[in-house]
């Protein structure tokens, strides 16, 4: 179908403007990407209050619409018609753009991300650099929020954002470097076909050909890693609302407010879908014989955000100093040297990613 | 040369871990403390004083307002205290009573302080589990007495009533159908008692899942281990009392050093800490939950086999069974002059102090002779506590200053008075 759309509008549009199509075409996909991700978002916000309501032995929504279904749409409007303030002395050109640098690159990220082997915004060569570039740049968000609102508590909360998403940063970079070592691609796409090919894919256990398995490590360092860049539980310490009351955000209300949440959903889902895809196949299926699909990945996703949530339900808050050490004692030797174990085993007569 | 100053924040009183209305001026450098000062008296009601202005009994209300997670607890000092004074003797059964709600009041208090200290460290979960079994408890509460905090159920001279015989059951609603009564309502069929019995029976298995969430968790233990550390010489000097001085390694508890009621014929353990910071603080007050849980077994079946009044029946410092008053001259005098002028206390002074699940909780009256208190001062655990905040939090991380209220079990009420 989608190649039906391009060519019928090549053919309107393209003989007289080549480059307005082109234009519109890619405007049409990324409605078509942003679209149904901030009703994932949206339903994340459901999912989760759900998940953790059953954890905690009570309902979660249920008075909205059927089983509660209309709640995040009932959220979204509420806050929409809420009042932005602005607090005293709040550097009000900076208030305003905090939320949305935030959120932007939440978003930019979504370009390179694919879905299958043809369905992807931007199929560019280093799309994992690209990913690392933009998602660094959202805690800007955070930082100038906490800055802007004239607020201890929010200051507070910027200035341990800013420690732990930058130290987390390296970790995570570092993880991805043994990805690409092996795949010998920045390019996604090009990451996941590398593995579907393998010992265990060849007599269809795919997903044991997975990156997850040789690079285990990695894989749980690169998703507490994505849950520390998120900011969520249990390194909710920017926002821990025990501790600095809601951290950078304490002095937004109404929608500007809601699109700090918004990011970071955006972020779960986006850190979901990158482990995803990285260290779980993609759309790859699991066994030999079932087709490979782009629903394979949404269910990936699905069950990576359930651990977010699962985390969230379980564990105490770690201390601002006790997350620096983890990230910088523990996270980060431990990816070096596994960088070299892997470089050293594929060096040795026992690669398994030739 | 730049002149470096300290951060100074506003902790609370509008902070979601003031645990009401706690202020804390905190300087940081940093995030390190440099200076903790707690600021009180948010919640200053003028107990002492409203008391000075009632006859005796109708004080004992003020009591339930004062520590208001354990009611109970906080009109046995009251009724010990005027007991005292006046040398009446209280039936046996009502001393059991007594204690049994006392350690149901303990495993309540406990319970949201588990809940409550869990949210503060970021554990949401545990206060909606600890919530589910105070439920129960609060059913016990509303059974006897029929409020679910402020009981008012103990009297100078026993307790307003015998034990009722049937626990109320849930009433069909649009959000209970046939098949959900049934399964809220089985453990409800029987007396008050047998409704308590079989929750000693749940609650062992509730208590080894918070287990299971908490002790042993990493993070948890990061969090509590080390932080607050008060040494045992310190703790006394600082006039600690309860979980805090047990916790720095001190076996002192006045249920069993100065035994009041029924505990010297109960059979409970003292849980003691070693090293005296939050994480033994912690382990000690889940154990005394257990002890607690143990005491109501032992009262559950003292009662069960001995019936018998419930107030005492010197009729000056009692009301008069109500039958009575209709149709005997005699009690209807006692019962207008309980209820109008109320009763004279003999001129003196008492100090009576009981095992609160806070710590040592005193009440001290002074009686001029009148049917109203001279002065009663309430000794509350609490503000001792509170007091050695600075000692406790300074060095430590503003994260852990929420620990250490935590672990201080702190509630306004009583502090503030």
């Known amino acids: 179908m989608e190649e039906t759309i391009a060519q019928f509008g090549t053919q309107w549009f393209g003989a007289a403007w080549p480059s307005l199509w082109l234009v519109i075409w890619t405007l049409v996909k990324i409605v078509a990407i942003v679209a149904p991700l901030l009703l994932a978002v949206a339903y994340l916000t459901y999912f989760e209050r759900k998940v953790i309501g059953f954890m905690q032995v009570r309902m979660g929504p249920n008075r909205v619409g059927p089983l509660g279904l209309l709640q995040p749409i009932a959220d979204g409007l509420k806050l929409l018609f809420k009042e932005i303030i602005f607090p005293s002395w709040a550097d009000k050109k900076v208030f305003v753009i905090a939320p949305m640098l935030a959120f932007a690159p ?120 994505g849950v520390a860049e998120t900011n969520r539980a249990p390194f909710d310490v920017a926002e821990g609302e025990s501790e600095i009351v809601a951290g950078f955000h304490v002095d937004y209300s109404g929608m500007a407010f809601a699109v700090f949440f918004l990011a970071e959903y955006t972020e779960m889902i986006l850190v979901a879908v ?69 470089g050293i085993w594929m060096l040795s007569p026992w690669n398994i990613w030739k | 040369m730049p002149e470096f100053r300290n951060f100074t924040i506003n902790f609370g009183p509008q902070h979601p871990a003031a645990h009401g209305v706690l202020r804390m001026i905190l300087e940081l450098d940093g995030e390190v403390i440099k200076h903790a000062d707690p600021h009180i008296g948010l919640l200053h009601r003028g107990t002492e004083k409203l008391i000075e202005t009632r006859v005796w009994a109708q004080s004992l209300p003020y009591m ?248 005492s029946d010197d009729y000056k410092f009692a009301p008069p069974p109500h039958e009575t008053v209709k149709s005997n001259m005699e009690a209807l005098i006692h019962h207008f002059k309980y209820f109008s002028e109320g009763f004279q206390v003999p001129e003196g002074e008492a100090y009576a102090a009981i095992e609160h699940p806070k710590g040592e909780f005193g009440i001290y009256a002074i009686s001029d002779g009148a049917n109203k208190p001279y002065r009663l001062k309430i000794r509350a655990p609490g503000f001792a506590h509170l007091a050695a905040m600075d000692e406790m939090a300074r060095g430590h991380m503003l994260a852990d200053v929420v620990t250490i209220i935590g672990s201080q079990d702190v509630v306004f009420g009583e502090i503030d008075r």
């Not at chain 1, 930082?143 to 929010?154: C, E, T």
């Not at chain 1, 996270?331 to 040297?337: A, E, G, N, S, Y």
């Not at chain 2, 453990?187 to 749940?202: A, P, V, Y």
Request: with cysteine.
């Open chain 1, 106 to 225: 939440a978003l930019a990220v979504w370009a390179v991300v694919p879905f299958n082997d043809a369905l992807v915004l931007a199929n560019i060569d280093a799309s994992l650099l690209y990913i690392l570039a933009i998602s660094s740049m959202s805690v800007y968000g955070v930082v100038l929020a906490g800055w802007s609102s004239n607020s201890k508590y929010a200051f507070l909360g910027a200035m341990r954002a800013a420690a732990q998403i930058v130290s987390y940063e390296i970790a995570m970079g570092f993880a991805l470097i043994v990805v690409l070592m092996i795949s010998g691609s920045l390019n996604l796409t090009d990451i996941v076909h590398a593995q579907q090919k393998g010992w265990f894919a060849d007599r269809g256990l795919a997903f044991l050909s997975w990156n997850w398995l040789p690079l285990l490590p990695l894989f749980v360092v690169y998703f507490v890693s």
């Open chain 1, 274 to 342: 990158l482990t995803s895809l990285l260290f779980l196949g993609g759309w790859s299926a699991p066994f030999g014989g079932l087709p490979d699909s782009a629903w394979w990945l949404v269910g990936k996703t699905c069950f990576m955000l359930f651990f977010f949530l699962w985390f969230r339900a379980t564990f105490p808050r770690y201390r601002y100093d006790h997350i620096m050490r983890l990230g910088w004692k523990v996270f980060i030797p431990l990816t070096v040297v596994w960088i070299f174990v892997v």
């Open chain 2, 64 to 311: 339930d307002r004062l520590d208001y997670v354990s009611m109970m607890c906080n009109e046995h000092a009251y009724c010990l205290a005027v007991e005292k004074l006046l040398g009446i003797k209280v039936p046996e059964r009502a001393l059991y009573i007594r204690v049994m709600l006392d350690e149901v009041t303990r495993i309540l208090n406990h319970l949201l302080w588990v809940g409550c200290h869990g949210l503060d460290v970021g554990a949401m979960s545990m206060v909606l589990y600890t919530f589910r079994e105070r439920e129960d408890l609060m059913d016990v509460y509303e059974a006897v007495s029929g409020a679910r905090m402020h009981a008012a159920y103990y009297r100078i001279g026993g307790v307003y009533r015998d034990l009722p015989d049937r626990m109320p059951q849930y009433a069909p609603s649009p959000w209970k159908n046939a098949a959900t009564l049934k399964v809220v309502n089985e453990n409800r069929q029987g007396s008050l008692l047998d409704f308590l019995e079989d929750f000693t029976e749940r609650f062992p298995k509730y208590h080894s899942d918070y287990h299971t969430l908490l002790t042993d968790n990493r993070i948890w233990k990061q969090r509590l281990v080390g932080i607050g550390t008060v040494s045992p010489e310190r703790a006394l000097q600082l006039g600690f009392t309860g979980a805090m001085l047990r916790g720095s390694g001190i076996e002192w508890d006045l249920r069993k050093k100065q035994p009041y009621a029924v505990y010297d014929q109960v059979d409970f353990d003292v849980p003691i800490g070693v090293n005296g910071d939050s994480y033994d603080r912690y382990l000690v007050r889940m154990e005394e939950m257990l002890q607690a849980n143990r005491i109501i077994r032992q009262c559950i079946d003292w009662l069960r086999k001995n019936p018998g009044p419930v107030m």
